[in-house]
């Protein structure tokens, strides 16, 4: 389970004090795929990176009752000076998951071919999605936190995804932001919205999603 | 966060171990490359540039006060002033360089530069292991205490990571940093004690010397090459002082850089 209490996160900014999230609390179960609708700017990346524990609240706390991934989407998580290969050795030794196996989970799902040897800057974006995904995955986390990008990159890639999420739906959570109703649809059966700093969940997907499209 | 939900210290201790063993592999990945000779160069480096100066200066054929070897003298001050210089010049930039690894939860700031300070340290460490062999059997210079060296240098280690903290703390709240500490560590060479030894000064510039906590590292180590052949004054407790008071405000502030960072 994973617990927000009272989460609130501002930012100093050259335009001053800026607060993006306002108070959330909410709750998310293991085996819950959660969609999180927001329009642009109304702190979906932040909410994640908050619930990941990779920036802390200002005010508030984030229980953590399960592993959390990182944060899945395009910037963060690797190094881009070295390869793809060197990344997967890395997120085994600090996750502490058997060297040579993690390797060849990636190396497999991630289909990169000859580029899983070079640096990853060399990667297209697709390319440097696949690789974010296929590391994550292989640590095997409980709960899976995951930024819009992900879901409508590249489709064929995108439905290998909804698949090995969905043979871990028992016992993984999902939590997806997307700025789409489509997106939300396709991955998840509940959603929440965030607007003015608050998220409010809703338990019917439909009206979820409903409501995101009439505000 | 771990210590006050009452989990036990040592898994704690073990995933901040299992961190920095990779953190440490992973720079020396990217700062000497997978191929060739690429991880010799992390001792060539110091090796050579401390060679070169001691080499010049054993030619130049000046002789230094109180009969001390040139060769030696100059290659033991360069080396650990390699290693604060290294550390320092390179802590206002290990934030920024190593932003991306934050977003895995259990890499702090702490292991990015524990990770990066103890390659400097091991780099130099293996240096100045090959110039005590090389200085031993080439010229009979064995140094007389060895343990004082290694003491010396893990002080400096400790010292220079605990200012490097600092930097890297001011780091993420202003680019000032990255930009002076070049020029200090720059200017702050004839100060440092790498070069001098205390007796050479003038009783009262010799007092002015020993308030400066790097003297003390450099009369350490030449008192565990030299032994009594040369007078030598430190003080341990005093350097010992520095490197708390620098580490623990180090972390201080590294702690609370994390807080205020946003990725």
Redesign the interface.
Known sequence: MIALRGVHKS?HTRLGHREVLGGVDCVFRPGEQVGILGRNGAGKSTLL?VV?????PTRGRVERGMS?S??LGF????????SGA?NA???A????KPLVATLDFVEDFAELGEYFGMPVRTYSSGMMMRLGFALSLAVDFDCYLVDEVVAVGDTRFGERCRKALAERRERSALLLVSHQAETVRAFCTSAAILHGGRLTRYDDLDQAIAQYEAG | MRAATGAPVLPGLR?QL??V???T??EL??RFG?DNLGYIWLFLEPALLGGAIGLVHHLSGHALPGGVDVGTFWVIGYVPYYLLRGVLNRGPSAIAANQ????????TLLDILLARNLLEGAATAGALLGFALFFGLVAGEWPREPAKIVLGMLLMLGFAHGAAMLLATGSVYSEIFDRVTHLFTYLSLPITGAFFMVFWLPTELQRAALWVPTVHVFELVRDGQYGTLVPTSYDVPYLLGWVAALNLLGMAGLRRA??D???
Not at chain 2, 100 to 107: E, N, T
């Open positions: 930012y990176r990941a524990g990779v920036e802390r959390v990182w944060p910037a963060g998580a690797m190094h881009y000076s070295i060197d050795r890395f997120i030794r600090i996750y502490g | 995933v299992r961190v063993g990779a953190l592999l992973r990945g990217t997978r991306s690894l934050l977003y895995h939860r259990h890499v994390r807080r960072l946003a990725l």
